[in-house]
């Protein structure tokens, strides 16, 4: 009896602490949402209602704040905004998964001469702040006739210029056996083979989670996209949305604009959460391997 007694109340105290450790995330979950909320039914309110009163539900809901928010600036609608978004966003994050995939394999596999040297030199341009290389870069961007274009965005890409991605990569490459190269080699397969068809099915979740970074980075930039990009007809949603608090005269319908927001968050979002299983992997086995 005093070992079932004993037992029971055991399971009863893990049952307390399990609905109080949920209840404590709830709590702490719901204030971090929370200004998600507020700006999906902030959108439904008009200025009066918005400044004036501090209940979190409108009295209507409309999608009339949607409809005029989505066609923009009258000459270009959000769906324009969307599309050169798409445009920046979409290659740069394919050619960062492939060309920092390439360099880490290289760094984590490969022997070759002043590999130190490189990797440190690498390593060290994390440590340069945005502010220090911005003029350099767009004096340079702008001798080959970059600038109002997407390609200050596609060739840093193209050509591996994110040393936290390979670096991150090269982690999870060292966590991977060399005995999969040496088996692939005894199979035939040259090194890029191998990494094409042996590493690479196995760097899954390192590689969506520089999808992911790379997709949040770039779809959220404003500062960049600011300084590269002048024409109103390539503007991304980020620009557009600044456009649309200066282009409404004296008076801005921040429920257009915070339905705008809105509308562009979604697609960020849900690529975090359909993914973040792998993305999770990789930050973890990328922090603890090597």
């Excluded at 970074?213 to 960049?224: G, I, T, V």
């Excluded at 409404?248 to 927001?261: E, K």
Aim: aromatic share 18%.
């Amino acid at each position: 009896m005093n070992s079932n007694t004993a037992m029971n109340q055991y399971k009863i105290r893990k049952q307390i602490t399990r609905l109080l450790t949920y209840g404590v995330l709830l709590f702490v979950g719901f204030f971090m949402v929370y200004p998600l909320i507020w700006l999906f039914f902030a959108s439904f309110k008009d200025n009066q209602e918005l400044f004036g009163k501090l209940t979190l539900l409108p009295k209507q809901f409309s999608l009339e704040p949607f409809k005029n928010g989505w066609r923009g600036s009258g000459q270009f609608t959000y769906g324009t905004f969307y599309l050169n978004t798409l445009k920046l966003v979409v290659p740069t994050v394919l050619f960062t998964v492939a060309s920092t995939g390439i360099v880490a394999y290289g760094f984590a596999r490969f022997d070759f001469p002043f590999k130190n040297v490189l990797f440190l030199l690498m390593i060290s341009t994390m440590m340069l702040p945005d502010a220090v290389i911005i003029i350099p870069r767009y004096v340079a961007f702008n001798k080959f006739g970059w600038v109002d274009s997407y390609m200050p965005f596609w060739m840093p890409a193209l050509f591996a210029c994110y040393p936290f991605f390979i670096f991150m990569q090269m982690q999870f490459l060292r966590g991977i056996p060399r005995e999969l190269d040496e088996s692939a080699c005894v199979d035939g397969c040259n090194p890029f083979m191998t990494y094409l068809r042996i590493l690479l099915p196995l760097m899954k979740p390192a590689i969506f989670s520089v999808l992911i970074f790379q997709s949040l980075w770039r779809w959220n930039d404003y500062f960049n996209n600011l300084i590269y990009i002048s024409s109103v007809k390539k503007y991304t949603l980020s620009l557009a949305l600044k456009l649309s608090i200066d282009g409404q005269g004296a008076v801005t319908q921040w429920n257009q604009v915070l339905a705008m927001s809105f509308v562009s968050m979604i697609p960020p979002t849900l690529l975090y959460f359909f993914a973040q299983k792998y993305f999770v992997e990789g930050i973890t086995a990328g922090g603890v391997k090597g």
